[in-house]
């Protein structure tokens, strides 16, 4: 009785087949490579481009003052669509490890006793879902912003306009701001997932535990 009641903590969904992957975890199973390949684009780019910048501030002509904002606008706009690739690569994996072990649970069970039971969606999961959506949203808005400062401060210092360009440069510190704030928010996200996942294995070896006895009842013994 002890083992049998093991799984009664847990909201789980009963079938006589193992269930496929759900929509997350088929998303984190095709989207986990090209959001990594992005992010292995992407920081090579970004290193590339603060070298120029670096060579042209290195150098000190005053005519390259509206190309070094730029650039310096515009690398950490690349940086951070790495940050943001990477990132979603590794929330993409996490969903990726829980499909894995969503359908490999169940093939087991169906193999042993065929009765299936699969852990419904945690809040844990949920949760990470709608942190790692919002954290995206800021971080695309983030780089967006970040392109289009680039393009306002090169023609403001072009123009003379050190008005604008102060105001640009508050605005990079809101930006700036919502950077770290997103950041931040995909690490909780990550958090939750790895959360979900020892739910998940602790939920599968209880449900384990259980097989044993519900295949000696079934088989009259």
């Known amino acids: 009785m002890a083992t049998a ?15 496929g992957l759900n929509m ?24 590339v481009l603060g070298i120029v910048r670096a060579t ?11 190309t070094i904002a730029l650039l310096g606008q515009f690398t950490t706009a690349v940086m951070f669509i790495g940050f943001a690739s990477v990132l979603s690569a590794i929330v993409f994996s996490i969903g990726r490890i ?16 065929g009765k299936v039971k699969t ?4 809040g844990s999961a949920k949760l990470m879902l709608v942190l790692m959506m919002m954290a995206m ?16 401060v090169a023609d403001a210092i072009s123009d003379g306009n050190a008005r604008r360009v102060e105001t640009i440069g508050n605005w990079s510190t809101w930006v700036e701001g919502l950077r770290r704030f997103s950041v931040a928010v995909y690490l909780v996200s990550i958090a939750l997932g790895l959360a ?4 998940v294995l602790r939920f599968q070896a209880a449900r384990i535990r259980e097989l044993p006895q519900e295949k000696a009842a079934s088989s009259g013994t």
């Not at 009641?5 to 269930?19: G, H, I, K, N, P």
């Not at 852990?119 to 945690?122: A, I, N, R, S, T």
């Not at 979900?196 to 739910?199: D, G, L």
């Open 5 to 19: 009641s093991m799984t009664m903590q847990y909201d789980v969904t009963e079938s006589d087949r193992a269930l």
């Open 24 to 47: 997350p975890q088929t998303m984190g199973r095709i989207m986990w490579k090209p959001m990594l390949l992005m992010a292995v684009m992407a920081f090579p780019i970004a290193a």
């Open 56 to 66: 042209l501030v290195a150098d000190g002509d005053p005519a390259d003052a509206d």
């Open 98 to 113: 829980l499909g894995a072990l969503r359908t490999g649970g169940g093939e087991i069970q169906e193999a042993a006793v």
């Open 119 to 122: 852990l419904e969606m945690p």
């Open 137 to 152: 949203v800021g971080l695309v808005f983030a780089i967006v912003m970040h392109f289009v400062l680039g393009i306002v």
């Open 196 to 199: 979900t996942i020892v739910r």
